[in-house]
DNA sequence: CAACCAACTGAACGTTTGTTTAGCATACTG
DNA sequence: CAGTATGCTAAACAAACGTTCAGTTGGTTG
């Protein structure tokens, strides 16, 4: 499989190569020298494209971004479960990408907020939306808490693919990882894992906790 | 309330100030003269008693496995959902840790694959004792599997924590915003969340793209 | 009291850090 | 052809880094 950073920009190839440093040792753990030794090119050039060491850490937070949003732009009109080739060809492109995007959250960061708000708000669309289809049944409280927490137990799987890798015996960050972990996601999903009754006996005793709701607005169904 | 650092041996506190400090800024990030700041002591001092850098990250490990340990242990001991009092005070306590333990788990480092893989092995466990008990009804393939995506979902809430917080508007990593959030986790657990019928064919559908299982051992339910 | 040991500090060491500056080549513009 | 951006480098800079070392306390032991 051909390199993707053969015929690119000197600017853009130093980028990747930082998309690729970042999240491996951390921003203060990579330094400019390495930077510019796998772009292959001087430390000093690096500062002339991005003004900073802080430059190129939001020029890749942007480039992110904006790829990601591209992703899932693509993702959608070319139909995700309709060509598993297709995916698997922009999981192979974007495995850099989804690598910084974990280690961005973990940083609680600006952009760590707005892309988790951004991803809360489209899943809080859609379970409104789910509802018309018949994909949601009912959700609990107000939408956008229960968006964050799918958010969130979705995240987690992209956070630790690094250990999903390993107990899946298959990179999590592309088609083959996702398609193999997806059923064991899908099983808990669907509530066929836990005992429903027990579960649900469960979350009306820790209701029973909630503290007093003040002068709070009460989410409502 | 009383801070808990105060009647330390130093030593225990140049530790609990790196506890707070790695999570923060990385390892890179973190400046031994920062620590001894914090901690009232001089940067000399800090290599005394651990040797390096390294030495002290090292020691946080040991001592975050420990306690997480500890924390487990008391937390079953005292009876989780009987004594809301008991696990908020543990909490209280623990916020640092399961900080650190977190970023941790991003890292990608040897601890973070020994804890990941000591909860996936509870989880298994658990999940295998469950269907004697009721609370499993049957998990799909192979256990230890099920158990790891299990885990990298309550784990992703832990790590995105930052955002939940702002999502919330309460600690999640105090007892009141577990208590806050978890009818909504478990809202999705019991099935309650998404249509049965349409995860469950969207799951057969995604078993269908499996790739041939070639001379991989299959996992038996 | 002398001897000792652990806790602790101030000052310094050599390296590495992000960044600056002056200058070199190439290519486009008038 | 002169002029001028653009992409790029070598060399140097001050600051900050992890670490070392000699030396000072204060309490314990013989």
Chains 1, 2 share one sequence.
Not at 145 to 157: D, E, F, H, T
Request: some cysteine; overall charge negative; aromatic content about 6%.
């Amino acid at each position: 499989m051909r390199s993707v950073t053969e015929d690119l920009t000197t600017r853009a190839r130093i980028r990747d190569v930082a998309i690729e440093r970042f999240p491996k040792d951390g921003f203060a753990g990579t330094t400019v020298r390495a930077i510019a030794k796998d772009a292959g090119v001087s430390p000093a050039l690096v500062l002339h494209h991005f003004g900073s060491k802080d430059g190129l850490h939001r020029a890749c937070d942007e480039y992110v971004v904006h790829m990601t949003i591209e992703m899932k732009r693509e993702a959608i009109e070319t139909g995700v479960h309709r060509e598993p080739g297709a995916i698997a060809a922009t999981y192979q492109l974007a495995e850099p990408i989804l690598r910084y995007l974990a280690w961005t959250l973990g940083t609680g960061s600006e952009t760590a907020a707005r892309i988790f708000g951004d991803f809360v708000g489209e899943v809080t669309a859609q379970l409104v939306e789910g509802k018309e289809h018949g994909l949601i049944n009912e959700y609990h409280g107000d939408p956008q808490k229960q968006a964050a927490v799918l958010v969130a137990m979705q995240l987690g799987g992209l956070m630790l693919h690094d250990q999903l890798t390993r107990a899946f015996g298959v990179d999590m960050l592309t088609a083959e990882g996702l398609i193999a972990s997806a059923p064991y996601t899908l099983h808990i999903l669907s509530g066929e894992l836990f005992n429903r009754e027990i579960m649900a006996q469960t979350k009306q005793t820790i209701e029973q906790l909630q503290p007093t709701p003040d002068t709070e607005q009460r989410a409502t169904r």
